[in-house]
Every structure is written in structure tokens, then in C-alpha cells.
């Protein structure tokens, strides 16, 4: 028996209803409050250092699983703590980065809510990737070049920041002259060193408007759900964008595009088929490449080009942190599909709670 066959065995003998648990951390607070309006208990692992919203906001944490290192919910007695409490784990960010995809799919014997198995795709390198997901959806992303020799446009670079690995770092060349030359100020600077390169990916720069298209897939009702736009607030690209043109030239340096925020927005209804379209090819691809396929909530990042084409340029295979701009207020799109705004937290938590009060939790976990 398979992890996941013993996850879903474990799901169909909670003799209780069922707690709902993440690492706390990204979206976290998003999921507690919406779980708390279905009426489940909550738990967060959170780690030392990083505890106190979550123990200021305990009108929506009922429980607070306090660790050394969020990795620490490896632990045997952490495992079981959670299993004794009849949780479900709702996977995030933080989640995937700091526990790691291998201890996810092959150690951490708790039901996850979603497709543990299809963290992985997030990744811009590896055998499993988020390019072959969308090459397989038939989505449109940008070009990759397999190396700086073969820059011949302007590109995107993603690569990871030297001091703080979890953070994917950004930087954009003009050809592959200017390449080498940004490498070379980044380096100085200490942004970036030799081991982040090696996993770095270069991408044409697509210019236009930027929106993360935030989607739920029910596996109960068979529906493919549009939950919310929202866009980036990026550090300190923020900041130079705040000054007129003049200053930027005057100013040493290159802007950096860290997240640390995000802005509700909309598409114009015109574009709305594609977006459903590209959701729905991407439900199809993850299905057949990585089964059960898509379970719950996912992102889709894209630029919608002058030509009203959209390009996908990242992927998000769980909550996306940008949902946090409704919490508490609920998405515009939710209202039209359920007569009232919900957050995505708690659109997780009403597809538990259907789950569970159908007898169908083990269709939901792995």
C-alpha cells in the first residue's frame, strides 16, 4: 500500500470531525479564518520566531503546534499529535519550501488536503516542472533558453537569492552581453552567487499587464471554479516605479522584485473564456501527468499581452499567497458563483466539510 492509499485509509477512520492544520505561514491565516467559519478547529505549526500573529489571532487558531524548525513537523510525535487530532493538512508555500517536496510525498504520513505529489511542478527545474505542465496543457508560456549563449532578446532571469534561498530572485537583460554584466553587479552586491545560477531559468520578457489568476478545482462537484485576480506588490521595484523617470537614471543600482504583497483586481469580461479555457486544460494536464491531477485551489500567473494573449509565466499548484487580499471580505467571483463573497480559505474548508459530511474525505487527500 502506497502513501497515499494509507492517507486515504487513515481519513476513513476519523471518528471525529476533522481539524484543519498548515504551517503557519503564507496563507495560513487566510485558511484558519475561512475553517472557522465552516465550523472546524484549527491547528498551526508554527515555528519559534514566527508565532505571534498567530497567537494574537486566536479568535481563528484553536491550537498552536509551537517547533524549533517548521521542518520539525516530521517529527513522529508531531505526526501523530495531528493525526490524533483528525487533521487535515491544507498545504501551502512555506510548506513545500520548508519541509521539501522528497519528506512531503515520502515521510509525512498525515492526509494532505490536494495533490502532495503535485508540489513538485512548481518547480522551474527537474524532471517534474511547471514548464512541461503547461507544454503538456497546451498554455502559452514564455521562450527558455538552455543557456546565456543563446540570448538573443531580452529575457527574465529566475534564479534564487544567495542569502535567502527560499525567495526566487529576478533580474532582466537586454541580450547577452548585458547578461553577463548584471551576473556580474549581482554577484558583487552579494544578491546572487555561482550555486544559484546553476538552477536558474531564462525567459523572454513578455511585456503587458500582469494578474494571478486564483482557481479551485472540486473534485466533488466536478467544477472547475475562477475564485480571484489579484497582483503582485513587489520589493523595491515598488519603490522605483514611485519616481519619475529622471530619478530612476540617477539612481545606482537595480530594483529587486521581492513579494511582500498583493492588490485585488479584475480582468475585463472578454477575456474571462480564456481564463477558464487555460484553467481548464491546465485541470486536464495536471490529471494526466501527475494523478489524481488538480485537488482545490491553484494559480495560474500570467501577462495578458497588448494582443490580448496571455502567457503564463509561473504556477502555483496550492493556495497562492495573493488570495490573503480577501480574507475576511471574500472574492468578486465567488459572489457570482455562490450568491456571496468567500474567501478561498474558506472555500477549502466548505469542500472539506462537504467532504465530510458526504463520507467522501478520501477523495480530497493523499
Not at 84 to 92: C, D, G, H, Q, W
Not at 168 to 179: I, L, N, S, T, W
Not at 237 to 261: F, H, S
Not at 287 to 300: A, C, I
Amino acid at each position: 500500500m502506497g502513501l497515499s492509499d494509507e492517507m486515504k485509509e487513515i481519513v476513513n477512520n476519523y471518528d471525529k470531525k476533522p481539524a484543519i492544520a498548515a504551517v503557519a505561514s503564507h496563507s495560513a491565516l487566510d485558511l484558519f479564518d475561512g475553517a472557522k467559519d465552516e465550523g472546524f478547529r484549527t491547528i498551526a505549526v508554527c515555528q519559534k520566531g514566527r508565532e505571534k500573529p498567530y497567537i494574537k489571532f486566536s479568535r481563528v487558531v484553536d491550537e498552536c503546534i509551537l517547533l524549533e524548525r517548521y521542518k520539525d513537523v516530521l517529527r513522529e510525535d508531531v505526526q501523530r499529535r495531528l493525526r490524533e487530532e483528525a487533521a487535515i493538512f491544507v498545504p501551502n508555500r512555506s510548506f513545500a519550501v520548508y519541509v521539501g517536496y522528497d519528506a512531503i510525498e515520502q515521510e509525512f504520513e498525515v492526509p494532505v488536503f490536494g495533490n502532495r505529489y503535485l508540489l513538485r511542478w512548481e518547480e522551474r527545474v527537474g524532471e517534474k516542472n511547471y514548464y512541461k505542465l503547461l507544454d503538456e496543457a497546451g498554455i502559452k508560456r514564455p521562450k527558455l533558453f538552455n543557456s546565456p549563449e543563446e540570448i538573443d532578446r531580452p529575457v527574465i532571469v529566475k534564479v534564487p537569492e544567495a542569502k535567502r534561498r527560499v525567495e526566487r530572485g529576478f533580474f532582466v537583460a537586454m541580450d547577452k552581453e548585458d547578461y553577463w554584466k548584471r551576473v556580474k553587479e549581482l554577484k558583487e552586491a552579494g544578491v546572487i552567487d555561482d550555486e544559484g545560477l546553476k538552477n536558474a531559468s531564462i525567459e523572454e520578457l513578455v511585456l503587458g499587464a500582469h494578474f494571478n489568476i486564483n482557481y479551485f478545482y472540486s473534485p466533488l462537484l466536478e467544477d472547475l471554479e475562477l475564485h480571484s485576480v489579484d497582483r503582485r506588490i513587489q520589493s523595491d521595484l515598488d519603490g522605483w516605479l514611485r519616481l519619475p523617470a529622471r530619478e530612476q537614471l540617477r539612481l545606482a543600482g537595480n530594483p529587486r522584485m521581492i513579494e511582500v504583497g498583493h492588490l485585488p483586481a479584475t480582468l475585463r469580461e472578454s477575456l474571462l473564456e480564456k481564463v477558464f479555457d487555460m484553467g481548464e486544460k491546465f485541470v486536464e494536464a495536471a490529471r494526466k501527468l501527475e494523478p489524481p491531477g488538480v485537488v482545490g485551489p491553484f494559480t495560474l500567473q500570467a501577462v495578458v499581452t497588448p494582443e490580448l494573449e496571455f502567457v503564463v509565466f509561473d504556477v502555483a499548484p496550492r493556495i497562492g499567497g495573493g488570495n490573503n487580499i480577501y480574507m475576511g471580505l471574500g472574492s468578486q467571483y465567488s459572489k457570482l458563483q455562490f450568491g456571496r463573497p468567500i474567501s478561498l480559505g474558506r472555500r477549502v474548508a466548505m469542500e472539506i466539510r462537504l467532504a465530510w459530511e458526504t463520507k467522501r474525505l478520501a477523495e480530497l487527500v493523499t
